[in-house]
């Protein structure tokens, strides 16, 4: 291992950071979590209120299921479309069945946008799978159709999922009364190494003069992808110290930097969006002065002569906000030479159970992400309080390529000293013949589950209930068990 690639596996354990809430795959197609589902094609679910009476989690996979591979054809054009509804996209007939995606999904024109969500008004009759030929629609009247873009966006805008704007802001970054900022920092022009894995660490400094002594406060962080087949990741660090001019922007030595502030994996634009009620503090006097952007690439078929300008967009504003925002890692594991994911498991997990301490006050999570690696298929995040269950977070159908963060600013989640949390991967490795170890590549496995808070707590930790040297342990959940009741049917050992 290189000396770079090591210093980035010391500073992987501060990895994933999150902002406010984006979707998961079935929210980036118009009426996703209304696709209709044949008893055949497996991995059904009932529906509910105006969706069929059987519904398909996993529109973009083989079985309904979802999380699994391989992809069906409507999967593969998703994935070649970068997980955006294009013109392209909605246009194509990935089935073959005769109807495009659009038709079949309820857009024939291909007007919709993200930001529209779902069109509960359309009868669920004139929806059918975008990814099963057998499921057709019966013959309907089209509309005549102009030829534009969703919502009549340029196609370039089309890839980006920009939420809606919530309650009370002049636009998704800016609460009405604040001063908006902006400032971009990205790569000059890096010659991406012609072998299957290169680590890069790039430093930036930021200057503004009308952040006041405590600082100008972040409210926002938007990836600017370039080379997106190559780029496997980025992390951003914020850091203390300013570099010298010479320095800034090229590939250069890594820096131990206090501060992670976000990282960008696939399926995320924005990887940091504040809630109204804090943000994170830069410039002026505050401790964080500048930034290191720590970047992965992936060049399996070892090509030569791909350059890279990826980096980051930074929103913020000089009137602060009235609480610092601050990372929490309830489960971070990068390199475990001791535990190992067996082969032919349908549902084995890793699991961590641990005890709130160190709260001055009870904080309130702001926002929950996750990451893993490729047998990655399920996450639950939950909270023991006085004997009663609350389930912050979790997803049935995770998957590494649509690494989303929710928000959950409107589910007044909270943690209080005592708390028990139990965080928990779970993964799928029947396709693999071998064990698989915890490590940075795509053929191992990590698990994260990473909130922001506020107010900030210096002293907040969470106290492993495990016995064992690394404080969690692993195991194997029934087909239709419950993830989110790990705690009570596996308790720490």
Not at 338 to 350: D, G, L, S, W
Not at 389 to 410: P, R, V
């Amino acid at each position: 291992m290189t000396r770079n690639a090591a210093l980035h596996l010391a500073l992987a354990t501060s990895l994933w950071t999150f902002g406010r809430g984006f979707p998961n795959l079935r929210t980036v197609v118009p009426n996703g979590e209304r696709v209709p589902c044949r008893e055949e094609f497996g991995g059904c679910e009932p529906g509910v209120g105006a969706e069929p009476d059987l519904v398909c989690p996993g529109v973009g996979h083989a079985s309904c299921q979802g999380a699994s591979m391989p992809l069906n054809a409507f999967g593969e054009d998703l994935k070649e479309a970068r997980y955006a509804w294009t013109t392209e996209l909605c246009q194509k007939d990935s089935d073959g069945d005769g109807l495009t995606n659009g038709q079949e999904l309820g857009d024939p024109c291909c007007t919709w946008s993200i930001e529209q969500g779902s069109m509960e008004e359309l009868d669920a009759r004139l929806l059918s799978h975008p990814g099963d030929p057998q499921s057709v629609l019966e013959e309907v009247t089209m509309p005549e159709c102009e030829d534009r873009g969703p919502s009549g966006e340029a196609e370039e805008d089309m890839g980006k999922f920009y939420p809606r704007i919530p309650e009370g802001r002049k636009d998704i970054f800016f609460l009405q009364d604040e001063p908006e900022k902006v400032q971009e920092f990205t790569i000059k022009q890096h010659d991406i190494a012609a072998f299957n894995t290169e680590y890069i660490d790039v430093s930036f400094n930021f200057e503004d003069e009308d952040c006041p002594d405590e600082g100008c406060h972040i409210v926002g962080l938007e990836s600017i992808v370039d080379q997106g087949d190559f780029l496997h990741h980025y992390i951003l660090d914020g850091c203390e110290q300013t570099f010298p001019e010479r320095e800034i922007g090229h590939a250069d030595r890594p820096r131990l930097c206090s501060f992670n502030l976000g990282a960008w994996v696939p399926g995320m634009d924005i990887f940091l969006l504040a809630p109204d009620e804090a943000g994170v503090p830069i410039g002026g006097k505050s401790e964080l002065q500048s930034f290191q952007l720590r970047v992965h690439y992936n060049n399996p078929d070892s090509l030569a002569g791909i350059k890279d300008s990826s980096g980051f967009r930074m929103y913020y504003t000089t009137k602060p906000r009235q609480n610092n925002l601050q990372l929490f890692h309830l489960l971070r594991i990068v390199l475990d030479p001791i535990h190992r994911i067996p082969a032919q498991k349908e549902r084995a997990f890793v699991t961590r159970s641990c005890v709130i301490k160190g709260l001055q006050e009870p904080v309130t999570i702001a926002s929950i992400g996750y990451h893993a690696h490729l047998l990655a298929r399920e996450m639950y995040t939950d909270v023991f309080r006085d004997g009663e269950h609350q389930h912050i977070w979790g997803d049935k159908y995770w998957t590494f390529d649509n690494q989303y963060i929710e928000d959950l600013m409107q589910s007044n989640k909270t943690l209080e000293n005592g708390d028990v949390v139990q965080a928990t991967c779970v993964y799928n490795s029947m396709g693999q013949t071998w064990s698989t170890a915890f490590g940075l590549t795509n053929a191992q496995e990590m698990c994260f589950h990473s909130i922001y808070y506020y107010p900030q707590q210096s002293g907040l930790q969470c106290e492993p209930l495990s016995r064992g040297l690394t404080g969690y342990y692993m195991g194997e959940l029934e087909p239709n068990e419950d993830g989110s009741e790990l705690y009570i049917n596996h308790p720490p050992r």
